[in-house]
């Protein structure tokens, strides 16, 4: 079973809108955090934000926020005012406890285009 | 502060030849992982080392790869002998030894071609 999905392949929305990308996870640690990343045509990888699994409050960091429903196992970016230069890749990745919060499992990304 | 360092940034190279990808972690990172991405595959974790140690390379694809950390500054992967199958970009990242809230750290990758 995959760890991490991201059921929307591509995503499009126009600038200035509002945007979500989902993201489902599957684990039975108590224990884990969960990671967005952007990547963009560039090809970097750009870590975004971040929410760890007893953290009562949804993350933010700027326009990003993460909307975070543990009972439902989601962790879905929220992304405000959209701009051009959001345009990219973005991945959303877990690490659990068991296994040391070594490893990061990525999910296999959602395309996102912003039009003017 | 320097992020992730890898070279070289693209590689192209021929069927059967060696070829070694270089990393430098950040400074007071003791964790350091390679990831290959590919269309079809996505981001697969090949190996990681804690405190120089490699402690999982179950993701390395097959005996032609090998990865090496001599000291906490440097590691290496190495491919011999290369094959087109292998061309993907590779990426190093870095982070903090504990704690699920440390990011990864990831350098921009080296774009592999083996023709």
């Known amino acids: 079973a995959q760890k991490i999905t991201q059921t929307q392949p591509g995503m499009f929305v126009q600038e200035k809108e509002a945007v979500t990308l989902d993201c489902t996870y599957d684990t039975s640690d108590p224990s884990y955090g969960l990671f967005w990343y952007k990547q963009p045509s560039s090809g970097e990888m750009i870590f975004l934000i971040y929410q760890g699994s007893y953290d009562q409050q949804n993350a933010t960091e700027g326009r990003y926020s993460l909307n975070f429903q543990k009972a439902r196992k989601s962790a879905n970016l929220v992304i405000s005012a959209s701009q051009l230069g959001d345009s990219a890749m973005y991945f959303c990745a877990m690490r659990e406890e068991n296994s040391g919060y070594s490893t990061l499992t990525f999910g296999k990304g959602t395309m996102l285009l912003v039009s003017p | 502060d320097a992020g992730v360092i890898q070279s070289p940034r693209h590689e192209v190279t021929e069927m059967g030849q060696e070829v070694t990808l270089r990393c430098k972690p950040i400074?007071?990172?003791?964790?350091l992982f390679w990831y290959r991405q590919t269309m079809m595959r996505g981001l697969e974790l090949l190996i990681y080392f804690n405190n120089n140690v490699p402690i999982d390379d179950s993701g390395m694809p097959e005996d032609r790869f090998s990865a090496k950390m001599p000291n906490a500054s440097f590691s290496t992967l190495k491919i011999q002998p290369s094959e087109p199958r292998d061309s993907a970009v590779y990426f190093c990242?870095?982070?903090?030894?504990?704690?699920?809230?440390?990011?990864?750290?990831f350098g921009n990758g080296t774009r592999l071609t083996v023709t």
């Open positions: 400074s007071g990172h003791n964790s």
């Open positions: 990242a870095s982070s903090q030894l504990t704690g699920a809230a440390s990011p990864l750290h």
